[in-house]
């Protein structure tokens, strides 16, 4: 592990917005293993190797739930692909890519029971995925449709949260509610809850703030760090001194690092830490340590403070790759399922394709629609205004919703 030292950021001689080439590779030096505390279970060569803490919760995963696994992050990635395709043509208003992400996504995701609740911020498709969710529900979010096409009680994964860490506030109460409603504890019914934010939101005031109350309360929640190393624009290594895993000692509660381009270690650590929280044991801080190898959004240009060395270097830590590879030499599995695969995974695309471009418009007044769980006369009352508005216009031959005030 680097010395703290070496966390500091420098301070500019100008007010420059954009790092240098030295202080990007300093940060690159710094952070590109991931220190000695990293835990991981499958090698970016795609060698199994031990952890005697963590291997009692990786006991399962036999080749064909490895082959699972595979397959999640294969269609995850392939659909985020054809959504990134879909902005760039017009068809959605901006889209989050997950590209690198998919083991921390999916690893964490397939560790959760049915009763446990995960809030998300804007990126975890791939955590959607693992709820239940079809791709295309997400869709609506982006084309500018809907807030969110699922149901949060049915599915247990919250709707998607803009604000930058105000999800890790939400997380912890409903948290607390778990602890309250004795809903902790031993037995195949205890729940736990697990928020997702990226590194750049370890900086709001919001994660802090849920850091504080979960300690406080011993509340059940897992918060779980998706540090892709950039916060935007900003290097990992201008959010902070220490790496972020340390920083949960502060609160009071364990924090730890896994590799996030391992599929497996993402898993083990993540069933550890929810047992923890649904013994009461909570809360736990894990920094899954990977990369954003594409733009933050569509709206981004990473080659404006990111140079092609650093990307480079973490394509040789594909987490998909790793885990064909592991397949192919350990498990002898042929190409026939490595092509089902990918069949499958062109339908996907296929189907979300169509379904993103023949979305139909919502209706004017959906605006007036569940902004309520009880209803409310004054939000009726503008919909009968609207209404008498619109109306007025069709019998007069005027296009609908056109002109006026």
């Not at 879909?86 to 560790?111: H, K, T």
């Not at 918060?223 to 009071?252: D, H, M």
């Amino acid at each position: 592990m680097s010395d703290p030292h070496d966390w500091a950021p420098s301070t500019p001689s100008a007010p420059d917005q954009h790092p240098s080439r030295e202080h990007v590779l300093a940060g690159l030096k710094a952070t590109d293993e991931g220190g000695a505390d990293l835990v991981q279970l499958l090698t970016p060569e795609g060698e199994r190797v031990a952890d005697p803490r963590f291997d009692q919760f990786a006991t399962d995963l036999d080749s064909a739930a490895l082959q699972g696994l595979y397959r999640d992050m294969v269609l995850v990635r392939r659909f985020d692909r054809e959504a990134n395709a879909l902005q760039r043509q017009g068809q959605l208003g901006i889209w989050v890519p997950l590209l690198g992400q998919e083991a921390a996504q999916i690893g964490a995701g397939r560790a959760l029971q049915p009763q446990d609740m995960a809030f998300p911020s804007y990126r975890e498709h791939g955590v959607a995925w693992t709820r239940g969710i079809d791709p295309t529900e997400l869709l609506g979010i982006f084309r500018g449709t809907d807030h969110g096409a699922w149901d949060p009680k049915a599915t247990k994964f919250h709707l998607y949260t803009i604000v930058i860490g105000n999800q890790c506030l939400n997380a912890t109460g409903y948290a607390m509610g778990q602890r309250f409603e004795s809903k902790v504890g031993e037995g195949p019914d205890a729940e736990a809850t697990i928020c997702f934010f990226g590194d750049g939101a370890t900086s709001q005031g919001d994660v802090h703030e849920g850091f504080v109350w979960a300690a406080v309360y011993d509340a059940p929640v897992v918060f779980y760090c998706q540090n892709n190393q950039w916060a935007i624009s900003e290097p990992t290594e201008r959010q902070t001194r220490v790496p972020l895993y340390k920083r949960a000692a502060g609160y009071g509660f364990p924090g730890i690092r896994v590799d996030g381009n391992d599929v497996l270690a993402c898993l083990a650590v993540t069933r550890w830490a929810l047992e923890e929280c649904r013994s009461g044991n909570g809360p736990v801080l894990i920094e899954a340590f990977t990369y954003r190898m594409d733009a933050h959004t569509t709206s981004d240009d990473p080659t404006r403070y990111r140079l092609a060395d650093e990307l480079e270097l973490w394509k040789l830590k594909d987490p998909i790759e790793r885990v064909r590879v592991n397949l192919v030499r350990e498990h002898g599995i042929g190409q026939e399922f490595f092509s089902g695969v990918q069949a499958e995974s062109d339908a996907l695309a296929e189907r979300f394709r169509d379904y993103c471009v023949n979305m139909p418009p919502p209706a004017p007044d959906r605006m007036f629609s569940q902004v309520y769980a009880e209803g409310s006369t004054t939000v009726d009352a503008q919909r009968e205004e609207y209404l008498a508005y619109h109306e007025s216009f069709e019998s007069e031959g005027s296009p609908a919703g056109g002109g006026g005030r």
